[in-house]
């Protein structure tokens, strides 16, 4: 039998493993159509490279549900696949070409693209492997990319089925420009930073007669584009000026002053000016009222011929233009500090310009209106909950999706432009000549789609869709879909929408939404602030399974989690204790091999020994616990329960017990021990895969023949326990007996007691007198008590004995002194703290009854110091007895 080594060496282990596991195809469902499926589909990682800890968090949470509900029986598929993160990509291949002194221009679009797919190789393989590092018990034969053949057809077919229905549409709306990226770019996509700049109050003169309007903006520059100013109806202060005219200064342009509800009366002045071609405010304002829509940018945000005199500057050396002309003609009437949210592309940090702009869009509303209906009748259910209202109240709201960007990278708009007529042709596949005149010279739309439009399709199109597959009709619906709050709307919300639009059903039954990691200090991990703790370090620091627990452990649904090393130290710790408990049933069993029946006869008949029904109660219940929290979606509560019921009960406790028994020849604790260890590994294996198989294995070889007939931990059945099963007689007295241990431990620590030295004891029971005699050595030997008596209540006399004396909840401990310490030097100790006691509670009193420090402190503060005089006058009591004891 090959030595099980001294320390866990989690990299071999791990490697070892995940290979088995492959080899073995465990990871690949079999369809069974007598039986409902389990069906993940992994959130696509952006095929930009390195994964994070939030790569992490998901593919452990998915995981974890994944392993149970194969472990469960049920024929599970987790489903993987990498994103082509258009705009993403783009830009990071451009930075790499732009380092070799390359523009993707001069290179031109066909060799900017094989470019991107020679990088996109490695990094695929690079996201493979992150994945199967992390343990991702995920179907790699149904691997998919987005660029992919499948998902490109159903991208192309739902363009074509929306077109065709009029939920596409071509025209002219408000969009975030990047002006680097030259691109549109989506709301996802821009970041809001909180800027402190200026509010210009600008004076536009009337076109007739004396007297000028005033108008305050952040960005003086867009007067250019403005073609109104207005004013809200009910505003006393402007009634006269509806109707009137402007003319814009030093271009001259004349535009009338409007009314309209939708302007804010506290904001500035209270008119203010409209631009419609750059303010998707003013925008909606210039549909409503038919105004004109100058725009005034060229693409990379310089001024267009439309900025007349500035036609040609930079948009920011423009404002500045713009302001000194202003106020050379007197027109710039104040500026006033503002602090206002400017965006920013996300990709690039380039300011971005809302701007008008030519661009494809889906017509949403329709499709809200059936996702909403989904969720409101509860055919998908969002966890946490609280996350369905902020899903709904998005939804009501929703505006027209902007689908095409100005990118060479990603799925090509499937539309053709005529030459001759001009119409487009829109088809799945490509057109030879125009659907309209028959003509031959036709061209494709240059745009390609926004990466989340192929994203919205994933839980169909990684299935087959719009091909009738045995895929499609096994797995989907798919049932959880698991990912990060912060893309609720961006994604989750338009699978939902596709997924029904498509193929008139939902996509997932389930939508898990897990929490941000921050760093300890609960601050967002940035490069920029060195913060970032990365999945393949931690993995080597401290193995998988530790970063799995530490990403996991304690967590719920929702809340974003604090993630310092001590998590990690604490995942490594918790397999380290594994392995060692480990260690000592398989050397037991080395040494005395317990015989063929003794496991099956452990589960027929109830154990004779107290701690044997004790920890198999607590076992049970823990199984119990464990199903209901899983089905909960707690999973990290239930790894924490699995953690302590190991730990605290198991390990320090049990072990510690059967440790004795095995040294006498009293019926044997090695069934139970193999029992327990085998359950918790099974119980853990979701959680921590890697050292759970490895320990289960190692069981395994040293059990009867036959005892575990699976040949993997992944494909054994997931303990189940019948609440009838529960013990709560043992638990009763089992819990007695450790509390009375942990008493006797306590007052030793307490009274400096060396290590080795016995002590006396005595207990004193009622109803549960017997029960506890009968643990009598294991009272003994875990708390050093010898002699030890066990009387009845009765039998306690209220004698001169100078003793310690401690009343616990089914019993009394009793101390002799004499047993214990130096009566004299004791007497010492107690009467110096309980002069030091004396000190403090005088130091507290006379702080608390300061006026000025009550009324001025803040609450918690005095509310502490109230707290600390409690806990100091208890311990003053406390003192005091033990002294009349001990006099
Ligand atoms: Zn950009
Ligand atoms: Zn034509």
């Not at 705009?87 to 470019?115: M, N, P, S, W």
Request: include cysteine; glycine fraction near 6%.
């Amino acid at each position: 039998m090959p030595e099980i080594a001294k320390a866990y060496e989690a990299s071999e282990v791990e490697q070892k493993w995940y290979r088995f596991w492959m080899e073995q195809g465990y990871f690949t469902p079999k369809i069974d159509h007598k039986k409902k499926p389990f069906v993940i589909i992994m959130p696509p990682p952006n095929v930009t490279g390195e994964l994070h800890l939030g790569h992490a968090l998901t593919a452990t949470l998915e995981d974890i549900m994944v392993r149970w509900h194969r472990m469960k029986g049920e024929p599970t598929l987790w489903l993987p696949g990498v994103d082509h993160a258009g705009i993403a990509t783009q830009v990071v291949v451009e930075q790499k070409l732009a380092k070799e002194g390359v523009d993707r221009h001069a290179l031109g679009r066909e060799k900017f693209v094989e470019r991107v797919w020679e990088w996109v190789s490695q990094s695929r393989q690079s996201i493979t492997y992150q994945h199967q590092r992390l343990g991702a018990s995920c179907d790699w034969t149904r691997e998919r990319f987005t660029l992919d053949e499948g998902p490109c057809l159903a991208v192309r077919t739902a363009f074509v089925r929306l077109y065709n229905k009029g939920l596409i549409y071509r025209g002219e709306r408000i969009i975030n420009w990047c002006p680097r990226c030259q691109t549109a770019i989506s709301d996802l996509e821009v970041q809001h930073k909180d800027i402190t700049g200026n509010l210009y109050y600008l004076r536009y003169p009337l076109a007739e007669g004396d007297g000028f309007v005033t108008v305050a903006t952040t960005r003086p520059e867009t007067y250019l584009g403005d073609t109104a100013v207005a004013v809200n109806p009910e505003d006393g202060r402007f009634k006269g000026l509806i109707g009137q005219k402007v003319a814009l200064p030093i271009i001259g342009r004349v535009i009338p002053i409007i009314a309209d509800s939708a302007v804010d009366t506290a904001f500035g002045t209270g008119a203010v000016k409209i631009t419609p071609a750059h303010d998707p405010v003013d925008f909606e304002i210039s549909e409503r009222q038919g105004l004109a829509v100058i725009n005034i940018l060229n693409p990379d945000a310089t001024m267009n011929e439309q900025a007349g005199p500035y036609a040609g500057l930079d948009r920011f050396a423009c404002r500045e233009r713009v302001l000194a002309d202003f106020e050379k003609a007197g027109l710039l009437e104040k500026i006033e500090p503002h602090s206002h949210s400017v965006g920013h592309c996300d990709r690039c940090q380039t300011t971005i310009e809302p701007e008008v702009s030519q661009q494809w869009f889906v017509r949403v509303v329709p499709l809200a209106e059936v996702a909403i209906k989904a969720v409101d009748e509860g055919r998908i259910a969002i966890i946490p909950e609280r996350f369905t209202k902020v899903y709904l109240n998005w939804m009501e709201n929703i505006r027209d999706w902007c689908i095409s960007r100005q990118l060479w990278w990603g799925h090509r708009i499937p539309v053709w432009y005529c030459n001759k007529c001009g119409k487009p042709t829109v088809s799945v596949d490509e057109p030879s000549t125009c659907s309209h005149c028959g003509w031959a010279d036709i061209v494709q739309d240059a745009d390609v789609l926004d990466t989340w439009f192929s994203s919205a399709l994933w839980p169909h199109s990684t299935l087959g869709w719009p091909e009738d597959t045995d895929d499609l009709d096994y797995f989907y619906p798919t049932s959880v879909m698991e990912t990060g709050y912060d893309i609720l709307f961006f994604w989750v919300a338009r699978m939902i929408m596709m997924g029904l639009e498509d193929t008139g059903d939902i996509p997932f039954d389930t939508v898990y939404l897990h929490g941000l990691i921050r760093d300890e200090k609960g601050e967002k991990m940035s490069k920029m602030r060195g913060n970032v703790l990365s999945p393949t370090d931690a993995i080597g620091e401290y193995g998988t399974d530790a970063l799995r627990f530490g990403v996991t452990t304690g967590t719920s649904p929702g809340n974003d989690i604090n993630l310092g090393r001590h998590r990690l130290e604490a995942g490594r710790n918790f397999a380290n204790k594994l392995w060692n408990a480990a260690r000592f049933v398989f050397g037991s069993l080395e040494a005395e091999p317990i015989e063929g029946q003794a496991l099956a006869e452990l589960t027929a008949e109830r154990p004779e020994a107290l701690e044997d029904r004790w920890v198999l109660s607590r076992l049970r219940r823990l199984v119990l616990e464990v199903d209901r929290l899983m089905r909960d979606y707690q999973f990290g509560e239930a790894e924490r329960q699995i953690h302590d019921f190991f730990w605290g009960e198991f390990c320090d406790w049990y072990i510690e017990m059967a440790k004795i028994r095995l040294s006498q020849p009293t019926s044997s604790p090695l069934p139970v021990l193999a029992v327990v260890l085998e359950t918790t590994l099974r119980l853990l294996h979701p959680f921590m895969p890697f050292i759970t198989e490895e320990l289960w294995q190692g069981l395994k070889q040293r059990l009867p023949e036959g005892s575990l007939d699976s040949t993997s931990i992944m494909i054994a059945p997931y303990p189940v326990a019948d609440a009838k099963a529960i013990d709560p007689e043992a638990e009763q007295v089992m819990d007695s007996v450790i509390e009375i241990i942990r008493c006797i431990r306590n007052a030793r620590a307490e009274h400096k007691v060396a290590a080795g030295k016995w002590i006396e004891a005595r207990v004193y029971a009622d109803n549960l007198r017997l029960a506890i005699a009968s643990q009598s050595q294991a009272i003994e030997t875990l708390a050093k008590a010898r002699p030890l008596a066990v009387l009845s209540r009765d039998q306690r006399q209220a004698e001169g004995e100078k003793a310690l004396v401690m009343v616990l909840k089914e019993a009394e401990v009793v101390l002799p002194w004499a047993g214990m310490v130096d009566l004299e030097a004791e007497r010492q100790r107690l009467e110096r703290e309980i002069g030091a006691s004396e000190a403090e509670i005088a130091r507290l009193g006379e702080r608390l009854k300061d006026a000025a420090f009550v009324s001025k402190a803040p609450a918690e503060v005095v509310d502490k110091e109230r707290g600390k005089l409690q806990a100091c006058k208890d311990k003053f009591k406390r003192l005091r007895q033990e002294l009349t004891q001990l006099s």
